[in-house]
């Protein structure tokens, strides 16, 4: 992608970002219509849709050409990933923003021909902007993040993972994981993957695992990671197919193979 151009669409899709931002702050304490989707603990609000309808609506206007992929059913269905396509949450971490009312994200990823050109994640109620293009690091707000450390111990890491894991599951044998929870130092769940991809990339976090995220949880946060030197597959080292939901590993690649090959490889079910 032409770097002129990727600089205009970056600083145009970060306008669009804060501005969608600053539209939920202000309505954060505004009554609420939530209704559920696949489950009852599937939830989606009125700000969900209404977020993703502005980013949309000003996407297509300036960009007729640009393709989307997005959650709640406003982008475009898509069968490949050529020419430029925007992969957007609108609030990643729905449950969150409606029971606490922050630790919730906008992500945007932005792509060209399956490359990750520019992500952004935007954590509305810290006001925090992670933002990387490819090739040109990755910052929080205007400060630059740090490359990852090549030193990390896989028994000092902290690993973001929800308690799914340690329930009987499809993936990998429970047991397996619960060991990996007993070695690692430590373990967080935040409930938003763009989030848990960000304290990756901010190295406050070593890794994050999950078990079936769809392409807009994610596509931001693996340029922003990427551009750190963390690495992206599914839970087992496979390449990550953004048309399709996947298992999902993000972490510093000091800890990625012991991890892939002493756990989730051999607890697979
Ligand atoms: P969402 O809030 O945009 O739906 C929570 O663990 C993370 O998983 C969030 O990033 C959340 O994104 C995502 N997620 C995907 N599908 C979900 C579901 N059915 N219920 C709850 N969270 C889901
Ligand atoms: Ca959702
Ligand atoms: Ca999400
Ligand atoms: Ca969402």
């Not at 490819?134 to 929800?162: C, D, H, M, V, W």
């Not at 949880?217 to 839970?235: F, K, L, Q, S, Y």
Request: proline letters at 3%; glycine letters at 8%.
């Amino acid at each position: 992608m032409d770097l002129e151009l990727r600089e205009a669409l970056y600083l145009q899709a970060k306008e669009w970002v804060l501005e969608a931002g600053k539209t939920i702050r202000e309505k954060i304490n505004d009554p609420l219509t939530i209704d559920t989707k696949s489950d009852p603990n599937d939830l989606v609000t009125t700000m969900d849709k209404g977020t993703e309808y502005f980013l949309i609506t000003n996407i297509k206007e300036t960009y007729p050409e640009h393709f989307i992929i997005s959650e709640e059913g406003y982008g475009d269905e898509l069968q490949s990933l050529d020419g430029t396509v925007w992969i957007i949450d609108p609030i990643d971490g729905t449950m969150n923003f409606v029971h606490q009312k922050r630790n919730f994200a906008i992500s945007v990823g932005i792509y060209h021909d399956g490359v990750g050109e520019i992500g952004l994640i935007y954590d509305v109620m810290a006001d925090q902007l992670y933002s990387a293009k490819r090739g040109g690091g990755a910052y929080k707000n205007k400060t630059a993040l740090p490359r990852l450390s090549e030193q990390k111990s896989f028994y000092e890491s902290i690993l973001g993972l929800n308690h799914f894991w340690l329930c009987e599951n499809r993936l990998v044998d429970e047991k397996v994981i619960q060991n990996l929870v007993k070695t690692i130092r430590g373990s967080r769940t935040y409930g938003s993957a763009a989030l848990e991809f960000a304290s990756v990339a901010e190295g406050i976090m070593d890794g994050y695992m999950t078990m079936d995220l769809a392409p807009w949880d994610i596509a931001a946060g693996i340029v922003i990671v990427d551009e750190v030197g963390g690495r992206t597959t599914n839970a087992f080292g496979e390449q990550i197919n953004l048309l399709q939901k996947n298992s999902v590993l993000t972490c510093n690649p000091a800890i990625q193979e012991q991890l892939i090959n002493d756990y989730t490889k051999k607890g697979r079910k």
